[in-house]
């Protein structure tokens, strides 16, 4: 299977992110008091909802400057996912998470490493990802907000 340029790189990354956005906005998690548990749901809640392509429901997550660094290095922003997501040419058969990492620094930051699978199409392309990501979440007026990603693809086993 060929590998996935960046612009899918991008979308598929971002089945990971939405879950984390949907908690930090008001859902609450099971023990609201312990951040590590928040995190956790928000990232499973973001990957389900890119999967339905939701772009307003999974961009209003991300903090208003937040950035991506690609598997080929490219940076991109908030409007670019969302103008992907919006292209409406991106569709998920399958969006899997796994090996969470969740580290929390006092009460306004957080550091997710994790994994991640894809399969699907992007603008009629096939294909069939995974990856490593790493994702920062600041506490921004209260709410948890994903501020930075940065996304490395592993090779695809056969």
């Given amino acids: 299977m060929k590998r996935m340029h960046h612009p899918l790189r991008v979308v598929s990354r971002l089945a990971l992110i939405f879950p984390l956005a949907v908690l930090a906005l008001g859902m609450k998690a099971e023990n609201p008091g312990d951040p590590k548990a928040q995190i956790e749901k928000l990232e499973h809640t973001m990957a389900s909802a890119l999967e339905r392509n939701d772009s307003q429901g999974f961009s209003q997550y991300l903090s208003s400057d937040w950035k991506m660094v690609d598997d080929t290095g490219a940076v991109k922003t908030r409007k670019d996912i969302v103008e992907t997501l919006n292209s409406g040419g991106l569709q998920f058969e399958r969006y899997n998470l796994s090996n ?6 006092g009460d306004s930051a957080a550091v997710v490493i994790g994994s991640d699978a894809a399969q699907g199409s992007f603008n009629g392309e096939r294909f069939n990802t995974q990856d490593r990501f790493t994702d920062v979440f600041a506490k ?4 948890w907000q994903l501020v930075s ?3 490395s693809q592993m090779e695809v086993p056969r």
């Fill in 149 to 151: 990603t940065h996304i």
């Fill in 140 to 143: 921004i007026g209260g709410l």
């Fill in 100 to 105: 969470l990492e969740i580290r929390v620094y």
